[in-house]
């Protein structure tokens, strides 16, 4: 009888054990529910201020270090020297390909912000994953029916990132900031007619990890003349 009463004690426990763990689950995909949508086929807009809230988001990536006061120019030099994983500056994600880096598998996840800002802990806590020491990989793409000419990339972080468009770094943003609208600007730059690939990483030691994009005119004035889009699975016949 003890025997049995024991095991029935035991089914209870590791049940309600489950629940727990399911329920835990479910609220950090509700938190990650008050940050973010999931993106759709439709291409989108940048929002009436100009800020870029699409991007497909790879799950972070560990680094060793505890605090953003390390995030010098050369610190930031030289960990975006490093290969992370497989054609990391020319790849175009798919949401939910999958990429390796060591004995890890991390996914990208196409999102809609529901805010101007990215809100990278909680995207990172949303999926399970850990939030500091991390590095934040991040695509947007850009399609423009004509060229945009003399505009800037108009950044601000709480951490800090270095961006990239058409291959070509733009904008680095170094040291331990707060997010700040604007905090740094790239040189002029030309959004040119057909595909535009905006893509950087974040990286942040401890506290918020935030960013927020948009080219703004020669007037500091935003631009909203291009659309956003994303790679989606392709759907099975």
Same mark, same amino acid.
């Given at each position: 009888?003890?025997?049995?009463? #024991? ?5 209870? %426990?590791? %049940? ?7 329920? *835990? ?11 973010? *949508? ?24 560990? /680094?060793? =270090? ?8 050369? =610190? ?8 992370? =994983? #497989?054609? @990391? ?8 390909? #999958? ?6 598998? &991390? ?7 529901? $805010?101007?800002?990215?809100? &990278? ?11 500091? @020491? ?19 990339? *108009? ?33 002029? &730059?030309?959004? #040119? ?19 927020? &994009? ?14 956003? %889009?994303?790679?989606?699975? /392709?759907?099975? $016949?």
């Amino acid at each position: 009888m003890y025997h049995w009463v #024991k095991t029935i004690l035991c089914l209870v %426990s590791a %049940s309600l054990l489950s629940l727990q763990a399911f329920a *835990a689950g479910e609220g950090e995909r509700a938190e990650l529910g008050h940050y973010f *949508a999931p993106a759709t086929a439709e291409p989108t807009t940048p929002d009436s201020e100009g800020f870029i809230r699409r991007w497909t988001i790879l799950e972070p990536i560990a /680094k060793n =270090f505890s605090s953003n006061a390390q995030l010098t120019d050369n =610190f930031l030099m030289e960990t975006m020297s490093e290969e992370y =994983f #497989k054609d @990391q500056f020319t790849v175009i994600p798919v949401d939910g390909s #999958k990429v390796k880096y060591g004995k890890s598998t &991390l996914l990208w996840h196409s999102l809609d912000s529901k $805010k101007f800002f990215i809100n &990278l802990l909680r995207f990172a806590e949303g999926y399970g994953k850990e939030y500091f @020491q991390q590095m934040y990989w991040a695509v947007a793409i850009i399609d423009c029916e004509e060229d945009i000419e003399d505009v800037r990339l *108009a950044g601000g972080v709480n951490s800090g990132a270095v961006w990239y468009l058409n291959g070509e770094e733009v904008l680095r943003l170094t040291n331990d900031r707060d997010l700040i609208v604007d905090d740094c600007m790239s040189q002029r &730059l030309t959004l #040119k007619k057909g595909r535009n690939i905006l893509r950087g990483a974040v990286l942040n030691g401890q506290g918020m990890a935030t960013f927020c &994009l948009r080219f703004v005119d020669g007037n500091g004035r935003p631009v909203t003349g291009y659309t956003l %889009s994303c790679e989606l699975p /392709k759907k099975k $016949k």
